[in-house]
T-cell receptor, first 115, second 116 residues
């Protein structure tokens, strides 16, 4: 069974600092996704990583994927208060059949950015 | 235009009642999903439908019954509601291709269900 683990689960940062959220998964996967969720809101897609070595950047967020290590990172550069949210990674299995389109989520990382 | 919409946004009801949540997507996707987010924010898939056909049916009590009248709609009916059913239910949709690989899944706004 595919398992996805994020760490840390809680992250309190000062504005202007850098930090990284880690996402480990247990079996071979073909795609990894990062989502953002604001309190009481829906999930917003941030990145889709498709292959080993993939790197994507949007503003102060950069995501990377190492399929050999089964690890993705979400790096935050010079954090600002607006980045405060819960960040989820999610993975799909390579298997078809009953795993068809199935996303398995990590536990989420609650990020709080303080002035 | 709203891509994935759900109704109602909030649902407060008594134990033992039956309730339904509706979902619609206008993205032209062929696959729709129901996810449950518990009080600890953990997200777990419940069901998925591809072109009105049930594909994923996780270990969900059979009090939960999804129905897809067409590929743009996926409803969730819950019988005999229990306290443990309180959660946020998200609908999502995506395009699935090849051997079941999903493109990005787009989520609806969620339905917060509270069972008293």
């Amino acid at each position: 069974e595919l398992k996805v683990e994020q760490n840390p689960l809680f992250l309190s940062m000062q504005e202007g600092k850098n930090y990284t959220i880690y996402c480990n998964y247990s079996t071979t996967s073909d795609r990894l996704y990062w989502y953002r969720q604001d309190p009481g809101k829906s999930l917003e897609s941030l990145f889709v990583l498709l292959s080993n070595g993939a790197v994507k950047q949007e503003g102060r967020l950069m995501a990377s994927l190492d399929t050999k290590a089964r690890l993705s990172t979400l790096h935050i550069t010079a954090a600002v208060h607006d980045l405060s949210a819960t960040y989820f990674c999610a993975v799909t299995s390579n298997a078809g059949g009953t795993s068809y389109g199935k996303l398995t989520f990590g536990q989420g990382t609650i990020l709080t950015v303080h002035p | 235009d709203t891509a994935v919409s759900q109704t109602p946004k909030y649902l407060v009801t008594q134990m033992g009642n039956d309730k339904s949540i509706k979902c619609e997507q206008n993205l032209g996707h062929d696959t729709m999903y129901w996810y449950k987010q518990d009080s600890k924010k953990f997200l777990k898939i419940m069901f998925s439908y591809n072109n009105k056909e049930l594909i994923i049916n996780e270990t969900v009590p059979n009090r939960f019954s999804p129905k897809s009248p067409d590929k743009a709609h996926l409803n969730l009916h819950i019988n005999s509601l229990e306290l443990g059913d309180s959660a946020v239910y998200f609908c999502a949709s995506s395009q699935v291709f090849g051997m079941g690989h999903t493109d990005t899944q787009y989520f609806g706004p969620g339905t917060r269900l509270t069972v008293l």
